[in-house]
């Protein structure tokens, strides 16, 4: 049985489609700039189109991009880089937190409304889930990560310095850059959403020197 196109019910071809996806979530681009940009090449669609391209074909791209790197990221387990950021969504402050190996590649983001033990535990189990065990896992002095890492047995692969996890705070700007040409998130869905879908597609065109 073949498998269906998830482009068949569109009359855009899957090529302009996903060209304009990507172009939205790799560049700090708005939607109207991903529409002027497509309309000097000819192509005449509306921003609210690349909204509903974005919504409905960004996580399957992200998962596609996700899925080849993985099996490829074996060296991933050798270290880990944790570290969470401050969101406000509609005035309230949310976390991100977000996971990046020793190269700088993005596995695994969470969103949460707190910052205590329960959500580190959860987003320690999530990104171990998909990704294995690390050797060592770097973090800033929070407790709560102290605290999620003794209850599932982590507690002596923990690493805490005032530099070691510049690696993690690095890894923040991108998304920052990206939040502000979106101006700001207005629910928590769409926020882990995009954080998720962004942090694949970077991935994929942030070649670091040592990769190459």
Known sequence: MTKRSPFRYFKTSPEIIRLAVMMYIRFPLSLRNVEDLL????IDISHETVRFWWQRFGPMFAAEIRKRRIQCMRSSRWRWHLDEVFVKINGVTHYLWRAVDHEGEGLESFVTKRRDKK???KFLRKAMR???QPKIIVTDRLRSYGAAMKEIG?????L??????NRAENSHL???RRE???LRFRQMRSLQQFA???ASVYNLFNSERALS
């Open 39 to 42: 309309h000097e090449r000819g």
């Open 119 to 121: 959500a580190a535990l």
């Open 130 to 132: 998909k990704h294995g």
């Open 154 to 158: 982590n507690f002596n692969r923990q």
């Open 160 to 165: 805490t310095g005032r530099w070691l996890n």
């Open 174 to 176: 991108p998304f920052r």
């Open 180 to 182: 502000r040409a979106m």
């Open 196 to 198: 998720a879908v962004h």
